[in-house]
């Protein structure tokens, strides 16, 4: 099963609201990444966030970790259509799996004008 | 710098036939990743590299599938013969250790009739 688990699956809102999607992960982590992906285009990495972090900001995005309840969520504040996209978190793998990512299923975001 | 780069960007071919998707991931990165994303199965890891040596491949589907890296510049990942099941989309990613963040091509989007 995935290492990563994003919840919800999709979402919809209006333009100027806020999404917030949440992610879980089983295993300890150093880091948790989150990226975004806009139809038919490759992923684009948004934030990475440290085990050693609680919160960290990026313009309008605020992604938070909870190392205790091995989770993650990545707010957008003051949506635009523009952040229409399927947003995926990505932990890492590392020890005798190697040093990879494992990413989730994604979380569809759609902003309505 | 370009990014990572693959080619084709579109793939259509018969059933049967061999198929080569190419990547140059980002100067300076010693880490390359290759991924199929599917509405299926969402984004899977194949294959990667470190420093030009496979490090796992435990998610190469089958023995069609192959992958090299002969040098740090290039890559390759090879189905032969095809069916029409491999259609999906191929990523490649590179990053400077597997950690830490992927820059992730445009993707070859591949059809096999």
């Known amino acids: 099963s995935q290492q990563g688990e994003e919840d919800p699956q999709a979402l919809s809102i209006q333009e100027g609201e806020n999404a917030t999607m949440n992610c879980s992960y089983k295993?300890?982590?150093?880091?948790l990444q989150w990226y975004r992906q806009n139809s038919g285009r490759g992923l684009v990495h948004l934030i990475l966030i440290r085990s050693n972090e609680r919160e960290k900001h990026s313009g309008r995005l605020r992604v938070t970790l909870d190392t205790s309840k091995k989770s993650s969520s990545l707010l957008i504040t003051a949506s635009r259509a523009a952040d229409t996209a399927s947003y995926f978190c990505?932990?890492?793998?590392?020890?005798?799996?190697?040093?990879?990512?494992?990413f989730g299923g994604g979380t569809r975001v759609l902003v309505k004008p | 710098d370009a990014g990572v780069i693959q080619s084709p960007r579109h793939e259509v071919t018969e059933m049967g036939q061999e198929v080569t998707l190419r990547c140059k991931p980002i100067?300076?990165?010693?880490?390359l990743f290759w991924y199929r994303q599917t509405m299926m199965r969402g984004l899977e890891l194949l294959i990667y590299?470190?420093?030009?040596?496979?490090?796992?491949d435990s998610g190469m589907p089958e023995d069609r599938f192959s992958a090299k890296m002969p040098n740090a510049s290039f890559s390759t990942l090879k189905i032969q013969p095809s069916e029409p099941r491999d259609s999906a989309v191929y990523f490649c990613?590179?990053?400077?250790?597997?950690?830490?963040?992927?820059?992730f091509g445009p993707g070859t989007r591949l059809l096999v009739l």
């Open positions: 295993t300890s982590i150093n880091n």
């Open positions: 990505a932990t890492p793998l590392g020890g005798a799996a190697g040093n990879k990512l494992t």
């Open positions: 100067s300076g990165h010693n880490s």
């Open positions: 990613a590179s990053s400077l250790t597997g950690l830490e963040t992927q820059y």
């Open positions: 590299f470190n420093n030009n040596v496979p490090i796992d």
